[in-house]
């Protein structure tokens, strides 16, 4: 069964750091983008950022560029998410993504595995 479990999220001030952590299990994403997304209480899921199967490739959305920094450890079949300078615009939860392309790219729908998501709530 594939797996995608994100963990870190949680209560942080504005200005603060958080680093998400996404471990996969099941199978193998060392091939595959992974990206992560967002979703606030009554908004739609947005794409925060992406990387390539080997991590030459990143891309982020403008609200979080020069703040959040993507990585992965393809060894241990885990993507992060370094947060930096957090707002109170940044709560929502957090959600890893998997695609069957190697290359990353912002569109949900191009992604195929979905973890359950980690909360982030960012307090002014």
């Known amino acids: 069964q594939v797996q995608l479990v994100e963990s870190g999220g949680g209560l942080v001030q504005t200005g603060g750091s958080l680093r998400l952590t996404c471990a996969a299990s099941g199978r193998s994403f060392r091939s595959n983008a992974m990206g992560w997304f967002r979703q606030a209480p009554g908004k739609e899921r947005e794409f925060v950022a992406a990387?390539?199967?080997?991590?030459?490739?990143?891309n982020y959305a403008d609200s979080v560029k020069g703040r959040f920094t993507i990585s992965r450890d393809n060894a241990k079949n885990t993507l992060f998410l370094q947060m930096n300078t957090l707002k109170p615009e940044d709560t929502a939860s957090y959600y890893c993504?998997?695609?069957?392309?190697?290359?990353?790219?912002?569109?949900?729908?191009?992604?195929?595995?979905w973890g359950q998501g980690t909360q982030v709530t960012v307090s002014s």
């Open positions: 990387i390539s199967w080997a991590g030459g490739s990143t």
């Open positions: 993504a998997a695609r069957s392309g190697m290359l990353p790219h912002t569109g949900i729908r191009e992604y195929d595995y």
